[in-house]
């Protein structure tokens, strides 16, 4: 079976509503002249479904292409600052491990620490995201656990309020 996409459905509806304004053509032509004006009545309102379906058509169709390359961009930004988002909170288990003092060797952490960091840095990322994250980071560095758990909750805040907007 096809897939039902926009662009099928748009097809489905244009062919429909020349069908419907073709028959309607018909039956208006039949009852105000007979059968020859009901069919160059169906003909005319069938050629000007068709050529009006064409044109909406095509406009609706960019219209689709935009609003996915729209949708594409806005994804990717947005899958961006949530990443930055979960390495900033990796690098934040790494600082304060539930396991102990020694749960973290020192170059784990520092390796979650370069890749917050390259994560942070990423030209993608929006300039909020960006400078709610070197917040965070720079708390992280200090090992500041209450300055580290606000500047988070402001960086998942950002992250939130970035890409809630309609």
Same mark, same amino acid.
């Given at each position: 079976?096809?897939?039902?996409?926009?662009?099928?459905?748009?097809?489905?509806?244009?062919?429909?509503?020349?069908?419907?304004?073709? *028959?309607?053509?018909?039956?208006?032509?039949?009852?105000?002249?007979? #059968?020859?004006?009901?069919?160059?009545? *169906?003909?005319?309102?069938?050629?000007?479904?068709?050529?009006?379906? =064409?044109?909406?058509? $095509?406009? *609706?169709? #960019?219209? =689709?292409?935009?609003?996915? $390359?729209?949708?594409?961009?806005? &994804?990717?930004?947005?899958?961006?600052?949530?990443?930055?988002?979960?390495?900033?909170?990796?690098?934040? *288990?790494?600082? =304060?491990?539930?396991?102990?003092?020694?749960?973290?060797?020192?170059?784990?952490?520092?390796? $979650?620490?370069?890749? /917050?960091?390259?994560? !942070?840095?990423?030209?993608?990322?929006?300039?909020?995201?960006?400078? /709610?994250?070197?917040?965070?980071?720079?708390?992280?560095?200090?090992?500041?656990? !209450? $300055?580290?758990?606000?500047?988070?909750?402001?960086?998942? &805040?950002?992250?939130?309020?970035?890409? #809630?907007?309609?």
């Amino acid at each position: 079976m096809t897939p039902f996409t926009p662009t099928r459905a748009l097809f489905l509806l244009t062919t429909g509503l020349v069908c419907l304004t073709t *028959a309607t053509g018909a039956i208006v032509g039949a009852l105000l002249g007979g #059968a020859v004006v009901g069919l160059s009545a *169906a003909v005319g309102a069938g050629a000007a479904g068709l050529v009006g379906s =064409f044109l909406i058509r $095509r406009r *609706a169709l #960019a219209g =689709f292409a935009e609003a996915q $390359r729209e949708a594409g961009v806005r &994804g990717y930004g947005e899958g961006i600052a949530h990443g930055v988002l979960l390495h900033v909170t990796v690098y934040e *288990a790494a600082v =304060f491990p539930r396991s102990g003092p020694g749960g973290v060797t020192a170059e784990e952490r520092l390796s $979650r620490r370069t890749v /917050a960091y390259r994560m !942070a840095a990423l030209e993608e990322v929006p300039r909020r995201v960006r400078e /709610a994250a070197a917040d965070a980071l720079a708390a992280l560095d200090e090992a500041d656990r !209450a $300055r580290s758990e606000e500047a988070l909750a402001q960086l998942a &805040g950002t992250v939130r309020q970035e890409y #809630a907007r309609p």
